[in-house]
């Protein structure tokens, strides 16, 4: 790091691990590494793990300007060796601002990076050809901007193209893509809402019924506007860790505060595979129609309080759609059950339902319960009466007091 650089501030500084959507027909998983400093994205770092977790391929290094010769670019380094501790790095080829920054970067482990090593030790995880051809990029571009490159560590550079094919490539091992079986797999996906104020305290209210609150954001979703803009993960924490990617990188003006919304779907065994893009680990719905399912659970936290998760299960479990393109392009079935914006008809609600009758009850019903606390949150604002003509009441039947730290 240059002697001018500013350091980095500890404090409010997190990395945070999670899944790349790469491409089905890719064998390898993808992963980004983000820094985060305060709300802000500082850096990334995208990168490809081989499915026995023992080989890595770094695609992409990005630091924000604003986070740029403060040392960042070597955290997100570091940490990506620490997270593999065993496993072998291949760095690729570098760009002109990245050669610049590798040739002060010192690496924790160099024996584990293959541009080190000779091609019989790791072979088997990429093919010596294009290694070497990376090499080679990396060498002209030393060259070129008078950099040493750690030039002592790297194992040879020069060597023939047609010696390394002869050695090594045999060796190379290719992986089979792996899918979601989804038959057998429930199916996370996640949505990003932002409810109205009451609608959103009572479904945060962890005094309310679980279940209740899980129905209301159905109801004010919609049964039939689940997500088609959403992969749809084998683990919830995948999902949510979807709708925080997509949060931490909104470029649009704060608003009011979010929800983070997760349904679980039953297996979908009647879904041919040609209708989606499987991965390895997530499903994306391809076609324009809707698609029928069975949401078995929903998980939900405010996006700024990722620790507070609510979560009810539904059994059975409730009829729902992943919304089509258009309302033009939904099947006949769609159309006899939901209505252009998603809601049931009436003919298809079941009149057991809490909130059958949809948003504006939700939003009703959740002032209702919220009321009595506005209330009661007047009544603490007037001034004590004197001890001794102090006469306590006990609280009217059904009314809760309310508790320590509560918000009215």
Same mark, same amino acid.
């Given at each position: 790091m240059a002697a001018d650089a500013e350091s980095l501030p500890e404090e409010g500084l997190a990395l945070w691990l999670t899944e790349q959507k790469v491409n089905p027909r890719v064998p390898w998983l993808g992963r980004h590494l983000v820094a985060t400093v305060g709300s802000s994205v500082a850096g990334k770092l995208d990168f490809f793990l081989h499915p026995d977790g023992q080989a890595v391929k770094v695609s992409m290094l990005r630091v924000h300007p604003d986070f740029q010769r403060r040392g960042l670019a070597g955290v997100l380094m570091d940490a990506l060796y %620490?997270?593999?501790?065993?496993?072998?790095? $291949?760095h690729g080829w570098r760009t002109k601002s990245g050669a610049q920054w590798w040739n002060g970067y010192q690496e924790p482990a160099p024996h584990r990076n293959v541009h080190n090593r000779p091609p019989a030790e790791w072979a088997a995880y990429f093919d010596a050809v294009d290694v070497a051809l990376d090499k080679a990029s990396s060498a002209h571009q030393n060259n070129h901007y008078g950099l040493d490159g750690h030039r #002592?560590? &790297?194992? *040879?550079?020069? #060597?023939?193209? #047609?010696? #390394?094919? %002869? +050695?090594?490539?045999? /060796?190379? *091992?290719? &992986?089979?893509p792996r899918h979601v079986d989804l038959g057998s797999q429930p199916l996370h996906g996640a949505a990003r809402l932002a409810l109205p104020p009451a609608v959103h305290e009572y479904v945060h209210d962890r005094n309310q019924d679980s279940r209740a609150r899980a129905t209301a954001l159905l109801e004010h979703l919609g049964h039939? $506007? +689940?997500?088609r803009r959403a992969y749809w993960n084998t683990t919830r924490q995948a999902a949510f860790a979807d709708a925080h990617r997509e949060h931490l990188f909104d470029r649009r003006p704060s608003g009011p505060p979010l929800t983070h919304v997760v349904f679980t779907l039953?297996?979908?065994?009647?879904?041919?595979?040609?209708?989606?893009? &499987?991965r390895a680990t997530s499903v994306e719905f391809e076609h324009p129609g809707d698609v029928a399912v069975d949401v078995i659970e929903l998980a939900w936290r405010q996006a700024d309080r990722p620790h507070l998760t609510h979560q009810a299960g539904f059994a059975p479990a409730v009829a729902a759609a992943i919304a089509p393109v258009s309302a033009r392009q939904a099947s006949a079935s769609y159309r006899a059950r939901y209505d252009d914006e998603g809601f049931l008809r009436a003919a298809a609600r079941n009149g057991t *339902?809490?909130?059958?009758? *949809? /948003?504006?009850?939700?939003?009703?019903?959740a002032e209702r319960l919220l009321g009595g606390r506005t209330a009661r949150a007047r009544t603490t604002q007037l001034p004590? %009466?004197?001890?001794?003509?102090? &006469?306590?009441?006990p609280p009217a039947p059904g009314q809760r007091p309310p508790g320590p730290g509560r918000r009215a």
């Open positions: %620490a997270a593999y501790s065993t496993a072998w790095i $291949n #002592e560590a &790297v194992y *040879r550079y020069g #060597e023939r193209l #047609e010696a #390394e094919a %002869a +050695l090594h490539t045999a /060796a190379f *091992r290719q &992986v089979a039939g $506007n +689940l997500p039953a297996p979908l065994q009647y879904l041919l595979p040609s209708t989606a893009q &499987v *339902r809490p909130f059958a009758d *949809r /948003a504006a009850q939700i939003q009703a019903m004590p %009466a004197p001890p001794q003509t102090a &006469v306590p009441h």
